[in-house]
C-alpha cells in the first residue's frame, strides 16, 4: 500500500499565502490535492502527472500551484491570495490512472490538514 502524509496547513488571513506539502511512501504517476468544506461535497483542487503536466478547478487559477519532487516523493501546493471559500480541509491523492485529471480514479489518500481562511 502507499502512505500519504499532508502538512503545511494553519490559519491565514484573506489575502495570504500557505504552502501544503505531501510525503508518499512510494512514486504515484498521477497525484493531487483535493478539499471539503463542512457540508460540502469534496472538491479536486489541482492535480499532477509524473512528467509535470497539471490541472487546476477553475476557481484556483492563476492562485495555486501544485508541483511535485519524484526524487523525494513529495508533492505541494502553493496557495496565494487566499479566501474564506478556500477554508477546507485538504487532502494529498494518488492514482495510476493514464489520465491525470481530477476525475481520475485516485485510491490513495492522506488523513488531511486543516486550512482555515479569515476576513
Known amino acids: 500500500q502507499v502512505q500519504l502524509v499532508e502538512s503545511g496547513g494553519g490559519s491565514v488571513q484573506a489575502g495570504g499565502s500557505l504552502r501544503l506539502s505531501c510525503a508518499a511512501s512510494?512514486?504515484?504517476?498521477?497525484m493531487g490535492w483535493f478539499r471539503q468544506a463542512p457540508g460540502k461535497e469534496r472538491e479536486g483542487v489541482a492535480a499532477i502527472d509524473r512528467y509535470g503536466g497539471t490541472r487546476y478547478v477553475d476557481s484556483a487559477k492563476g492562485r495555486f500551484t501544485i508541483s511535485r519532487d519524484n526524487a523525494k516523493n513529495t508533492l505541494s501546493l502553493q496557495m496565494n491570495s487566499l479566501t474564506p471559500e478556500d477554508t477546507a480541509m485538504y487532502y494529498c491523492?494518488?492514482?495510476?490512472?493514464?489520465?491525470?485529471?481530477?476525475?481520475?480514479?485516485?485510491?490513495?489518500w492522506g488523513q488531511g490538514t486543516q486550512v482555515t481562511v479569515s476576513s
Open positions: 491523492a494518488g492514482a495510476y490512472a493514464g489520465t491525470c485529471d481530477l476525475a481520475a480514479l485516485f485510491a490513495y
Open positions: 512510494r512514486s504515484i504517476y498521477c
